[in-house]
């Protein structure tokens, strides 16, 4: 069965902290997706990876960074963590070819305090 | 901008019922392709439904259907039978291409729907 296994299910971390987010998928998909999900905004997208050391900036970008050193690895970098980085993150990957569903990871919840 | 629109942030049902999660959206492509995501809770998002936007026939797996309209640009989702393990938050998606050949999703905020017993 595929998987995208995200590192932490639930994170606490202080405001200002470097904080990482790691994400991997055992199913050789290109693409690789980093969202946030909030109540009543639905997923926003942070960065998304085409290929290893590919990068494209979602649409909301700031205040974060990617690293895709391997294929199946995709980590978000939270360069300063602030409280309004509270929230829902998910990782998903797909092949490249766009009538193929994303395979999401179970989420991680992080708090900013 | 390309936008999906869910207009109903939150839904109930009776089980064994049929309940309609609509969804619009806005494109400037004639090619794409649309997903309903389905996210339990605390579980894991799975995808339940897919259509190809120059495919007429409306998608069909097991108890959940869709009602495209290409031309209103209205994707709906139709559950049959609705059983407990339906409750979840319901996703609309299509996705979008980049010149550059990646392509990325676009996703509607939600409608949490909720199976009564």
């Known amino acids: 069965d595929v998987k995208v296994t995200q590192s932490s299910r639930y994170l606490v971390k202080r405001t200002g902290e470097k904080v990482f987010l790691e994400c991997v998928q055992d199913?050789?998909?290109?693409?690789m997706f980093w969202y946030r999900q909030d109540p009543g905004l639905g997923l926003r997208l942070i960065y998304f990876?085409?290929?290893?050391?590919?990068?494209e900036k979602g649409d909301i970008p700031e205040g974060y960074s990617v690293s895709r050193e391997k294929k199946e690895r995709f980590s978000l970098i939270l360069e300063s963590a602030s409280t309004n980085q509270t929230s829902m993150y998910l990782c998903?990957?797909?092949?490249?070819?766009?009538?193929?569903?994303?395979?999401f990871g179970d989420g991680t919840r992080l708090s900013i305090l | 901008a390309q936008t999906v629109t869910q207009s109903q942030p939150e839904m109930s049902v009776q089980e064994a019922e049929t309940v309609t999660l609509s969804c619009t959206y806005d494109?400037?492509?004639?090619?794409?392709?649309l997903f309903w995501y389905k996210q339990p809770p605390s579980r894991q998002m799975i995808l339940v439904i897919r259509?190809?936007?120059?495919?007429?026939q409306n998608a069909t797996e097991n108890r959940f259907s869709v009602n495209f309209q290409k031309a209103a640009k209205s994707f709906s989702l139709k559950i049959s039978d609705s059983q407990l393990g339906d409750t979840a938050m319901y996703f609309c998606?299509?996705?979008?291409?980049?010149?550059?050949?990646?392509?990325?999703?676009?996703f509607g905020t939600g409608t949490r729907l909720k199976v009564l017993a």
């Open positions: 199913m050789d998909h290109e693409n």
């Open positions: 998903a990957s797909s092949p490249p070819n766009r009538n193929q569903p994303q395979h």
């Open positions: 998606a299509f996705t979008r291409g980049f010149t550059s050949g990646t392509y990325k999703y676009i």
């Open positions: 990876s085409y290929d290893v050391k590919m990068k």
């Open positions: 494109t400037s492509e004639n090619n794409y392709y």
């Open positions: 259509q190809e936007a120059y495919k007429q």
